[in-house]
């Protein structure tokens, strides 16, 4: 059943055999959301950038903080949609990037362009590591490509959106605009 991926769309009505194989797949869900009950509704914090750059913590519980991450992850398939190539793209334009991780010496992003962002410069660094959190979105100006890792070079640029509550979007996503060098 599963080699054939029209094999689902195309049987009708489902035998018992289709029934069961299709069953297997959400019966341990009741008990799994049965655990995740006692952890849905625990406090927890998530941090927020203000307007004026000022950190805040706000009391929220697990279930808010997955709504919000999920949120974040659906934002993060909206960027770059214009861009077809980020090859294509001149020094200094900037895009939209997704904080994916913080190294030592390096924050690594995500560009939905198929194509990692790595940031290394120390003032681009200390920014995003004093105002931003993983799976926050930035605008980044691209310096160039590391061909051999398939790496775009990027500094910086501003907060996503400064004067929202936690640096999300509350409109769709603006297209990149070319940044003066």
Same mark, same amino acid.
């Given at each position: 059943?599963?080699?054939?991926?029209?094999?689902?769309?195309?049987?009708?009505?489902?035998?018992?055999?289709?029934?069961?194989?299709?069953?297997?797949?959400?019966?341990?869900?009741?008990?799994?959301?049965?655990?995740?009950?006692?952890?849905?509704?625990?406090?927890?914090?998530?941090?927020?950038?203000?307007?004026?750059?000022?950190?805040?913590?706000?009391?929220?519980?697990?279930?808010?903080?997955?709504?919000?991450?999920?949120?974040?992850?659906?934002?993060?398939?909206?960027?770059?949609?214009?861009?077809?190539?980020?090859?294509?793209?001149?020094?200094?334009?900037?895009?939209?990037?997704?904080?994916?991780?913080?190294?030592?010496?390096?924050?690594?992003?995500?560009?939905? #362009?198929?194509?990692?962002?790595?940031?290394?410069?120390?003032?681009?660094?200390?920014?995003?590591?004093? !105002? /931003?959190?993983? @799976? +926050?979105?930035?605008?980044?100006? #691209?310096?160039?490509?590391?061909?051999?890792?398939?790496?775009?070079?990027?500094?910086?640029?501003?907060? !996503? /959106?400064?004067? @929202? +509550?936690?640096?999300?979007?509350?409109?769709?996503?603006?297209?990149?605009?070319?940044?003066?060098?």
């Amino acid at each position: 059943m599963k080699q054939d991926e029209t094999f689902w769309h195309t049987v009708r009505p489902l035998s018992e055999q289709m029934l069961e194989y299709a069953a297997q797949d959400v019966i341990f869900l009741p008990r799994v959301y049965e655990k995740m009950q006692q952890f849905l509704f625990m406090p927890c914090y998530e941090r927020h950038i203000n307007s004026r750059g000022e950190m805040t913590f706000e009391h929220i519980t697990v279930q808010a903080k997955i709504f919000n991450d999920t949120r974040k992850c659906l934002q993060y398939a909206m960027i770059n949609n214009d861009i077809k190539d980020i090859t294509s793209l001149d020094a200094g334009h900037e895009i939209v990037a997704f904080i994916k991780n913080y190294r030592r010496d390096v924050i690594f992003c995500s560009l939905n #362009l198929g194509v990692s962002g790595v940031i290394r410069d120390p003032h681009s660094r200390n920014t995003l590591e004093k !105002f /931003n959190s993983f @799976g +926050d979105l930035v605008y980044v100006l #691209l310096h160039g490509f590391e061909r051999h890792k398939g790496q775009a070079i990027l500094s910086f640029s501003r907060q !996503f /959106n400064a004067g @929202g +509550d936690c640096g999300l979007p509350s409109s769709p996503i603006p297209a990149p605009q070319q940044v003066p060098t």
